[in-house]
């Protein structure tokens, strides 16, 4: 296992510096350049060629993008430029709404999906398989931000029963935390419980027809130990992966939901980022976005040394 993580971690390193390359050189071709942000409307010639004097634009733009990268390694992203706020800082002040939203998220796609699943192949064929079938053809087909306003109307509108935008601190108060996040959380959840729902299925009943676990049933085990013991392990991998593909694309879904929610996460703070030319924001959200994902893909590939001791060797 510590000879797959080492591997894994090394094969990170090379990535970060191509993943920071190109979001560095994509912001970079946005027409205008951030001198246009910075200069105000309608600047002259003289205020443009300033202002790019004073951000090292006129450098050539390898030596830009190794500045820039050099001092995000030392842990210095560079300050906003709207407010001069430390994008660390706005990033940090985010970040926790942003966690709170996408691993409550999370575990209703682990609860829901594999609850859906396994029933679904532990009875092929039955009315139960085909309606957690029909339930995960319908989230899929769902848009996640739709979902979210059909909730608001119900649940906050009709019934007044869950609040319809804000966020709370879990510090202050976990109940009005969770309140205020299982909208969007549900929102955003149906179609991983679809894709865990699927996954689960099939890996469960390719498993379930092994030679192995018909003969301890022939033996006579119990079938919640047999389930528990000799199922889900060997069905888990194909389920890690939708779930570990899942997380990636919530922190990218966040965007619209937190937007919609009025949550002041990560997510709007990329969108308010984007619209108001705000690039050392820009920049800095999708360099620990791209962080983020690496390790999401890392637990799981740790997790396929688990399930799979085999991969250990790899």
């Known amino acids: 296992m510590l000879r797959l993580l080492g591997a894994r971690l090394l094969t990170m390193v090379p990535l970060l510096l191509v993943v920071s390359f190109l979001i560095y050189g994509l912001i970079a071709l946005v027409p205008g350049g951030p001198e246009t942000a910075l ?12 202002v790019r ?54 575990l209703i796609a682990a609860v829901l999906g594999l609850g859906l699943g396994l029933a679904a192949a532990l009875r092929p064929g039955s009315w139960i398989d085909r309606t957690a079938t029909v339930i995960a053809s319908l989230f899929m087909s769902l848009p996640y ?3 979210g306003m059909m909730l ?25 935390w969770f309140l205020h996040l299982i909208t969007p959380a549900f929102a955003l959840a149906i179609v991983p419980v679809a894709v865990v729902a699927r996954q689960t299925r099939a890996a469960v009943t ?27 392990k060997n069905a888990a991998v194909p389920v890690v992966t939708a779930f570990g593909v899942e997380a990636n694309r919530l922190i990218g879904a966040t965007v619209v939901m937190e937007q919609l929610f ?4 990560v997510g709007k703070l990329t969108y308010f980022s984007v619209f108001s030319r705000d690039f050392p924001m820009v920049q800095g959200i999708l360099l620990i976005t791209a962080i983020l994902i690496m390790f999401v893909n890392l637990a799981v590939d740790l997790s396929y040394g688990y399930f799979n001791p085999k991969i250990k060797a790899t």
Not at 63 to 86: I, K, R
Not at 152 to 176: E, N, W
Not at 211 to 226: H, I, M, S
């Open 39 to 50: 200069a105000g409307s309608n600047p002259t010639p003289e205020k443009l060629a300033m």
């Open 53 to 106: 004097e004073q951000l090292g634009l006129n450098e050539p733009f390898l030596v830009q993008y190794w500045n820039w990268f050099s001092a995000a390694v030392q842990g210095d992203l560079g300050n906003s430029f709207v407010n001069g706020q430390s994008v660390w800082s706005a990033i940090g002040s985010g970040f926790p709404v942003t966690l709170s939203l996408v691993i409550l998220t999370l």
């Open 145 to 147: 931000f739709w979902v």
């Open 152 to 176: 608001v109307l119900v649940f906050a509108i009709d019934l007044q029963i869950l609040p319809a935008i804000g966020y709370v601190p879990f510090s202050q108060s976990p109940t009005d």
């Open 206 to 232: 390719g498993v379930m027809t092994e030679d192995y676990v018909r003969t301890a049933e022939a033996k006579g085990l119990r079938p919640v130990r047999l389930v528990g013991k000799h199922v889900l």
């Open 262 to 265: 009025a949550l002041p996460g």
